[in-house]
């Protein structure tokens, strides 16, 4: 489970908080298996705070060792706002590994 991991912090338990975090991890997998740009706005809506530092899971091999991409919004490059998105070159493969992991994990609810 993604909590065994240790990286979530001290007060992470699993029994009280692992499908959760498991189920906004997942959220924010089927987002980006679209391959389109996604704003922190969209990442929060569908994982919760830690939205964007979920996309980083998705370079875990377990997951699919995807190539996460990163630009500045394009409209307001001065903001400071990015957008990330999974490279166009990710592979059938890599969204079945994707997608495998939700299975694994219990989303309830995933489509």
Same mark, same amino acid.
């Given at each position: 489970m ?5 990286? %979530?912090?001290?007060?992470?338990? *699993? ?8 189920? =906004?991890?997942a959220?924010?997998?089927l %987002?980006? %298996?679209?391959? %389109? #740009? ?5 990442l ?11 996309? &980083?899971?998705?370079?875990? *091999? @377990?997951?699919g060792?995807?190539?996460? @991409?990163r630009? &500045?919004?394009?409209?307001? *490059?001065?903001?400071?706002?990015? @957008?990330? &998105? !999974? =490279?166009?070159?990710?592979?059938? +493969?890599?969204?079945?590994e994707?997608r =495998? #992991? !939700? ?5 309830? +609810?995933?489509?």
């Amino acid at each position: 489970m993604l909590g065994d991991r240790g990286d %979530l912090g001290l007060s992470f338990d *699993p029994h009280l908080d692992g499908v959760r975090v498991t189920n =906004a991890q997942a959220r924010v997998i089927l %987002l980006m %298996l679209d391959g %389109l #740009w996604h704003s922190r706005a969209a990442l929060t809506a569908v994982g919760g705070v830690e939205g964007v530092r979920r996309v &980083r899971f998705l370079r875990d *091999p @377990e997951v699919g060792a995807f190539v996460v @991409e990163r630009r &500045r919004d394009p409209m307001d *490059p001065t903001s400071g706002a990015y @957008e990330y &998105r !999974i =490279a166009p070159t990710s592979t059938m +493969g890599q969204k079945a590994e994707a997608r =495998a #992991w !939700i299975k694994k994990h219990g989303q309830h +609810g995933a489509t």
